[in-house]
């Protein structure tokens, strides 16, 4: 039999992985990590969805299979989200349909679109279910570079974008783009939406955009959703999940919406996959999207306080890290001193003499080298107490450098 399967055979080696283990390992030691590195909100989910599932689950008729694209009621709440928040009329039963969080509509949907070979544009950095979705669905990818110094630039990225058509073989079938980003924390504006769509529309191509982090956002100005702009829906769906605007991580509930043919084709992969999430959830949901907007500024400014004592506790400790604009997440290039150890090395280094987790660049692309992505999911007090740690590490970085080298020969 052969070694591996197909599927796996295309896949990387999981980047994350070593640092995962090490994690692990200091743990069954004993040892405090805290822990930057995975995007798992620990705050509460608003007691008012709780309290909606405990009513529902205690009714048995909802204990049967529920609908695969969702309750009709979530999808006209999901719809009237869109119809408050960005101006957007949606059809509930053609243009939006639930899905087990945004990473498996994503990935369900380059099942649905992509034959072997198809050539598909990816952003890079990324968050890891943009480009292996299509790769496990058997397409091609074309990275496509989206930071300048580590900052998003309209003009640069449309240029590389062109640059990548022009010099695709076959012709891309789609692109994928994620504003706010994860893991960059960049955003993007109408102005570069309005763009894109022009340009996708030029050259035939799909968009599926990520818009898991709408909410999440610390400017004056909401981040846009590219259905704003004229005559998107003909090209364009869009991913949001419930999991950083309301607490709700394992619940697993996001949404698709947008153009028609694209929902109809991934409803039709999701009618063979599964019968959707268990019916209390998507009621829970719908009380979600319906409810009160005092949990999401509660849950927003809760991650604001946390990046400005990141920001500024580390900024104490010897490392500069840009306030991101949105998302749960910083992005940080390496301290000066640990400029040209990798951001694998520094993930491990600072591992095992801080007992600091972040997530090492190179894991979102070979363009997020040089950088870190830290998640805003630990309290005041443990990030205050992990920069402690790292300004130990800074001091000691020439000896900790050489260690690690001589330990890695």
Known sequence: MPEDFYRIKRLPPYVFAEVNRLKAE?????????????????????????????????????????????????????????????????????????????????????????????????????????????????????HVQTLEDGRFCPESYLRALDRAVTHSVPKPVALVVNFPSNPTAQLADLDFYRALVAFARAHDIWILSDLAYAEIYFDATPPPSILEVPGAKDIAVEFTSLSKTY??????????????RLIGALTRIK????????????????????????????????????????VEAMARAGWDIPPPPATMFAWAKLPTPFADVGSMAFSKI??????????????????????VRLGLVENEQRIRQAARGIARVLARADGLIAAHRDTAA
């Open 247 to 260: 607490a709700m991580p394992g619940w697993r509930m996001g949404f698709a919406v947008g153009n028609e």
């Open 271 to 310: 009618s063979y996959l599964d019968y959707g999430a268990f019916t209390p959830v998507q009621v829970a949901a719908a009380a979600a999207l319906n409810g009160p907007d005092d949990c999401i500024d509660e849950i927003r400014n809760t991650y604001r306080a946390r990046r400005d004592v990141l």
């Open 26 to 142: 200091y743990r069954a030691e004993g040892r405090d990590i805290i822990d930057f590195g995975m995007g798992n909100p620990d705050m509460d989910t608003p007691p008012h969805i709780v309290e909606k599932l405990i009513e529902t689950v205690q009714k048995p008729r909802t204990h049967r299979y529920s609908a695969s694209k969702g309750i009709p009621g979530l999808r006209r709440a999901q719809a009237g989200y869109y119809a408050r928040r960005f101006g957007i009329t949606l059809n509930p039963e053609t243009e939006v349909i639930a899905t087990l969080g945004s990473k498996e509509g994503l990935a369900n949907l380059a099942m649905a679109i992509t034959a072997p070979g198809d050539v598909m544009l990816v952003p890079n950095p990324s968050y890891p279910i943009h480009p292996y979705g299509f790769m496990i669905a058997g397409g091609t990818l074309r």
């Open 350 to 371: 600072l591992l095992k003499e801080a007992g600091v987790a972040v997530s090492p660049g190179v894991g979102f692309g070979e363009y997020g080298e040089g950088y």
